[in-house]
């Protein structure tokens, strides 16, 4: 049977992924949204930092990332003047560094989808009065909807997996910071590899679920657009 304490990391690290996907799909739709239709030439900078996480070690995003919330780190400074103190080793710590490292996961689908969209709908919604906010939540959304489900599936699946990013923020403290990845590896040191197949064959099969349905939901659409 599973211990206590690996449900509570389950359960932790479920929690951690929902806030995570859910600040990323709002934080990810106006960036991605500039990115696919500014003109700006040197949109490449912002898409180049953005895919930063993609290639960068885990480690050195939590390295970066630990300095900068510590006492002396530009947010360490921010959140002590707003009397939050550190968010080092705590829920919201790992929720900034889970935000950042699976950026890219969200932004990336998003971009691609607003940038498919038909723009001559776009035009005939504001030759008839329609205004920006109308014309985006009215056409642009309902159109994107398959590169949010992308989007929302991919963020909350990388966010299932972190593991240096976590360790290096978040530590290990039970109940708090304690996410399955970090008990996984706790569990395998100690030599209790039922605890840890449990664990990992949970996040498996979350993993492919998820996968398996956004999948089966695009080749789904396809076959419908094909049919009209």
């Given at each position: ?48 930092m953005v895919a930063l996480p993609i290639v960068l070690p885990p480690t050195v995003i939590g390295f970066y990332l630990l300095l900068a919330l510590g006492s002396e780190g ?119 590899y039922s605890q840890a197949h449990y664990l990992s064959a949970t996040l498996l099969v979350i993993s492919f679920l998820l996968l398996l349905i956004t999948y089966v939901t ?11």
């Amino acid at each position: 049977m599973i211990d206590p304490s690996s449900i509570t990391a389950l359960y932790l690290t479920l929690q951690l992924a929902v806030v995570s996907t859910l600040i990323l799909l709002v934080l990810g739709t106006p960036l991605s949204w500039w990115l696919a239709r500014t003109p700006w030439k040197g949109r490449s900078i912002i898409e180049a930092m953005v895919a930063l996480p993609i290639v960068l070690p885990p480690t050195v995003i939590g390295f970066y990332l630990l300095l900068a919330l510590g006492s002396e780190g530009p947010i360490g400074v921010l959140t002590a003047f707003l009397g939050i103190g550190s968010i080092n080793f705590s829920f919201a710590g790992l929720v900034l560094g889970s935000v950042i490292y699976s950026l890219p996961f969200v932004v990336q689908p998003l971009q691609h989808a607003f940038s498919q969209l038909d723009d001559k709908q776009l035009e005939a919604a504001a030759t008839l009065g329609a205004s920006n906010a109308d014309r985006f939540f009215s056409i642009a959304i309902p159109q994107a909807k398959k590169g949010y489900l992308t989007a929302g599936v991919l963020g909350f699946a990388h966010t299932l997996g972190e593991f240096g990013v976590v360790l290096m923020i978040g530590g290990n403290i039970p109940g708090e910071t304690r996410v399955a990845s970090i008990a996984i590896y706790d569990h395998v040191e100690s030599m209790q590899y039922s605890q840890a197949h449990y664990l990992s064959a949970t996040l498996l099969v979350i993993s492919f679920l998820l996968l398996l349905i956004t999948y089966v939901t695009q080749h789904k659409k396809r076959e419908v657009s094909h049919v009209h």
